[in-house]
Every structure is written in structure tokens, then in C-alpha cells.
């Protein structure tokens, strides 16, 4: 790789782990619940992008999978959440 290239990637990490720290100041002070859920599912999708940064770094395929692993389990967590605004309850139980 060339130097301006190892560059960017070293100042896109940076810049994106400061992202989730600010998105977790956010997450745990946020004015409001709907602005909290919005934090999570951002920082899920910095963690995404953290670990295509690092498997480009380390030249890898093997960290994909980690990459399709961690947008599952955001998007479960953010269907979680939306419902949990929504109705007050995440797994609701009928009984007849």
C-alpha cells in the first residue's frame, strides 16, 4: 500500500472511533429514547465500517464475516428497539 493510502485509513479510524465515542455520550445522555435508539444503531453501523477499515489494513477476508455478524445483530438490535418505542414490550405474550 502507499503511504497517502495507509493515510486515509489510519485518519478514517480515527475519525470514526471518535464518532462512537461522541455516539456514546449520546446513547447514554440523549434528550429522548427515540434519539438513543438512533445512537445505538449509528454506532453499530461505525462498527461495521471500523472492521472493513482494519480488514482492508490487514489485507484480510476473514474479517467479513465479522462484518455480516455485526449487521445482523444491529439490525435485530434496532427492530428490538423500534418495537420496544413502539408498544412498551419487546416479546409480546398472548395467552388465550
Known sequence: M????EMVLYSCLVLNCLSVLLLVYRAIIGPSSPDRAIALDTIGIHLIAITGIVAIMLNSIHLN????????LTFIATVA???????GVIIERDRD
Open 81 to 87: 428497539i423500534a418495537k420496544f418505542l413502539e408498544k
Open 65 to 72: 464475516d465479522v462484518i455480516l455478524l455485526i449487521g445482523i
Open 2 to 5: 502507499s503511504a497517502w493510502f
